[in-house]
């Protein structure tokens, strides 16, 4: 079965600091690709990061970036310097044909 | 700005009154996806279309019909809602080039409230 895990439901942390969401999947594919997407509570889904299966150089977008670990399995979102506007549902997900999304972890970013 | 837009908002129905929303894009992409999402659960895949194509989930119920006219627009019906059908409805786009499908780009979402 191809499918993600996000192990932590909800996390907090503190304007301007750093705070890292994991998520693990499970595929036997060797090519796909990996977002992390932020749903915040206007509800669009606006993706946050992409990372190709084959590229081993971790993405980062701005104040955003990932810990890809093939071998493991394990997709982790760093948020850095961190914002209200961050408060969102974050959620992972890889791509084989179709999107399989985790459950999604609720980051709230206190003043 | 090239986007994904999603017609009304929020739309309010009546138990077993007809429904149709309505998505649109101007990203030119060839698959275009619809989604349930209830509260705090990530966004269920209903079906696809992969260009004139159709590809419907297994477990989604007949109640959940869906067309596309054109490259650009998108619709989902749902014949007879029932109150277990009230969520915000996600549609989304893509391009697929053979095996290949990029990134999904999301609409802002229809709420839908079943009376």
């Known amino acids: 079965a191809q499918t993600v895990t996000q192990s932590q439901p909800e996390m907090s942390v503190q304007e301007a600091e750093t705070v890292t969401l994991s998520c693990t999947y499970d595929?036997?594919?060797?090519?796909?690709?990996l977002f992390w997407y932020k749903q915040p509570p206007s509800r669009q889904m606006i993706l946050v990061i992409r990372?190709?299966?084959?590229?081993?150089q971790n993405a980062t977008e701005n104040r955003f970036s990932v810990n890809f670990q093939k071998a493991a399995k394990s997709f982790s979102l760093k948020i850095s310097d961190s914002q209200l506007g961050d408060t969102a549902m974050y959620f992972c997900?890889?791509?084989?044909?179709?999107?399989?999304f985790g459950a999604g972890t609720r980051l709230t970013v206190k003043p | 700005d090239a986007m994904v837009i999603q017609n009304p908002r929020y739309q309010v129905t009546q138990f077993g009154k007809p429904v149709t929303l309505s998505c649109s894009q101007t990203?030119?992409?060839?698959?275009m996806y619809w989604y349930q999402q209830k509260s705090s659960q990530a966004p269920k895949l209903l079906f696809h279309?992969?260009?004139?194509?159709?590809?419907n989930e297994a477990d989604t119920p007949d109640n959940f019909q869906s067309r596309r006219p054109n490259t650009s627009f998108c619709f989902l019906d749902i014949r007879s809602p029932g109150l277990g059908d009230a969520a915000m409805y996600l549609c989304?786009?893509?391009?697929?080039?053979?095996?290949?499908?990029?990134?999904?780009?999301f609409g802002p979402g229809t709420r839908l409230t079943v009376l």
């Open positions: 989304a786009t893509s391009r697929t080039t053979g095996l290949v499908t990029d990134t999904q780009y």
């Open positions: 595929t036997s594919e060797s090519n796909y690709y």
């Open positions: 990372q190709e299966a084959y590229k081993q």
């Open positions: 997900a890889f791509m084989i044909g179709r999107m399989r």
């Open positions: 990203l030119n992409h060839n698959v």
């Open positions: 279309y992969y260009d004139k194509d159709f590809n």
